[in-house]
Each structure stands twice: as C-alpha cells, then as structure tokens.
C-alpha cells in the first residue's frame, strides 16, 4: 500500500471550516482529520502523537493544519507546534485561520500588481488604510503591508480602542509601528481617505464601509479593495470582479472580491500542494501565502 499524505486540522473553533477541508482534499491529501475545540495547550500533545506514530522519513508526508477565527492565536498554535517537535521527527504545518493569511495575502499582492502595473508605485512608502482592520483579514493584511515598507493606518469604526490594541500587538509581534485613527462616521472616513493612497476594505460581510461620494472625494486615492462578496459590498460601485479598472474621475483604481478571491483560492490550494510535493516538512504562515500570491500575480 502507498504511503498515505494526512493532514490533521486543529482548530479551536467548535467546527474546521469546510471550505480548508475541501481545498486539502482537492489539493491531494489522502486523509483529513479535524480536531475540533482545541487549546493552546493541547497543540504539544497533538503534534507528537503526529509525529511519532510514523517513521522519520514520514514526517513529509505529515501535516498540520490551523485554523480557526483568531491570527494570533493561530500564530500562537503554530509557534507551539514548532517546538513540540523532537529531531529526527518532524511534519508540516500551514496556518490560515478563517482563510485570513491567504485572503489577506491575496489582496495585498493584488493591489501591488496593480500598483506597478498601471500606477508605477509600489508598497514601499505608501500610504495604506485599513478598514475592518480588527478583524482576521484586516490584521493580516495591513502586517503584510507594513512588512513591505508601506505606512499603515488601522481605522477604528467604532473608535481607537480596539485598533489601538491591534496595533501594539503588531508593534510587540513584528516590531513595526502602524498608526491608528478614528473612521467612526461618514465625515472621519472622508477625511482620511483625503490623506490616504489605498484604501483596504476587510469589514463584516454585508456592510458597506465606503459611499462612492468619499471616493468621489479622494482625489490622491490610487486603489481601493474590497473582500466582501455579500451584498451590500464593503466599496458602494465596486464591482465584484473587478481587478484595476477605474472606479472613479480622479482615477482611482478598484480591485473587487472575485479577483481577489480567485487569487486567494490558488494560494491555498498552492500552499497545500507545496506541503505534498516537498521533500522535508515546511512551515507555512501569512508571509509564504504572501510570496506565492506575488507570483501568481505574476
């Protein structure tokens, strides 16, 4: 019988997200296995069981997968199973809580795409905000920008409490300062897109963030991108596939959900073939879903 490709999929949510476990599969696991409820705690144990029911040479052939709702607390598994693992025996892991590395990823290397190819810019100095910048995607996304050079602002719909808290956990994780401001009201939000370059646009499914007004308004916004497919989307005028067309007189560019989820899918999917085609186990994160969405966006 052939050596079987398993993946294990913890997550501490009561269940693993459907859609990972189909995209495992299709991917060309042989087996998934979810590992519904988990805790910090228990990812040591479940790491070793992995690792020591099968020989060392297996352990490519192993993986592990974190999922969840939380990129802190997926990071925070991720790091512990690291350092669950005892030489010679070791397995894979990729961590994509909510889908959130890799939607996030996705978007960023959708709107450096088109950046550079239709504005001659990159993300290095440039001006980002955030909006729905507490959520997963939001998170991951503005890190990703920040990573790269870009000057982020994390706007708070609901104050800068939250955002502030965000923001320090970036600043103590990756060592890097991200502003936070106020986009509370329709007035906030049309000035600071009046200061911003691109705007990312990571809210609840369903809630419009920005009126084609401010956008009308923001004559030094060079693209806006939204991840929300359900109606109303987050950017009023934004269609769904849109990937750099002109949403705007000013000529601010729109990248809309379908694009950036066609990007997202091919990340996951590729991050999960990459685990079974390697020769040694990898380690997967929000940074290697970013560097394959660059060159899937050629």
């Given at each position: 019988m052939a050596d079987k490709h398993i993946l294990h999929m913890?997550?501490?949510?009561?269940?693993?997200?459907?859609?990972?476990?189909?995209?495992?599969l299709d991917a060309g696991y042989d087996?998934?296995?979810?590992?519904?409820?988990?805790?910090?705690?228990?990812?040591?144990?479940?790491?070793?069981?992995?690792?020591?029911?099968?020989?060392?040479?297996?352990?490519?052939?192993?993986?592990?997968?974190f999922g969840g709702k939380n990129?802190?607390?997926?990071?925070?598994?991720?790091?512990?199973?690291?350092?669950?693992l005892v030489p010679p025996f070791a397995i894979s892991f990729f961590a994509d809580p909510a889908g959130s590395f890799t939607t996030a990823a996705a978007m960023a290397a959708c709107v450096e795409h088109t950046l550079k190819?239709?504005?001659?810019?990159?993300?290095?100095?440039?001006?980002?905000?955030?909006?729905?910048?507490?959520?997963?995607?939001?998170?991951?996304?503005?890190?990703?920008?920040?990573?790269?050079?870009?000057?982020?602002?994390l706007v708070g719909h609901d104050g800068v409490k939250r955002v502030g808290d965000s923001a320090q956990e970036i600043k103590k994780r990756f060592e890097i300062d991200v502003n936070v401001t106020d986009g509370s009201d329709d007035a906030k939000k049309t000035k600071?897109?009046?200061?911003?370059?691109?705007?990312?646009?990571?809210?609840?499914?369903?809630?419009?963030?920005?009126?084609?007004?401010?956008?009308?308004?923001?004559?030094?916004?060079?693209?806006?991108a939204d991840v929300n497919a359900v109606p109303p989307t987050g950017v009023e005028g934004l269609e769904m596939n849109a990937n750099g067309s002109e949403l705007t007189a000013h000529g601010t560019l729109g990248i809309g959900p379908l694009a950036i989820g066609n990007i997202k899918y091919k990340t996951e999917f590729g991050l999960f073939q990459?685990?079974?085609?390697?020769?040694?186990?990898?380690?997967?994160?929000?940074?290697?879903?970013?560097?394959?969405?660059?060159?899937?966006?050629?």
């Open positions: 913890v997550t501490p949510q009561k269940h693993m997200s459907p859609f990972d476990v189909n995209m495992a087996a998934t296995l979810t590992y519904p409820n988990a805790t910090l705690e228990e990812v040591t144990g479940l790491v070793q069981d992995a690792i020591f029911s099968r020989a060392p040479k297996m352990g490519v052939k192993t993986g592990m997968f990129a802190i607390q997926a990071l925070d598994m991720l790091a512990a199973a690291k350092k669950a190819t239709k504005k001659n810019r990159d993300l290095k100095g440039l001006k980002i905000a955030v909006f729905g910048a507490t959520g997963v995607v939001g998170f991951s996304a503005a890190v990703i920008a920040a990573l790269e050079g870009a000057k982020l602002t600071i897109l009046s200061e911003t370059e691109v705007a990312l646009c990571a809210g609840r499914a369903g809630v419009q963030i920005l009126s084609r007004a401010q956008l009308g308004a923001a004559t030094t916004l060079l693209v806006v990459k685990m079974i085609a390697a020769t040694k186990p990898v380690s997967f994160d929000f940074r290697d879903a970013f560097a394959l969405a660059r060159e899937l966006n050629g």
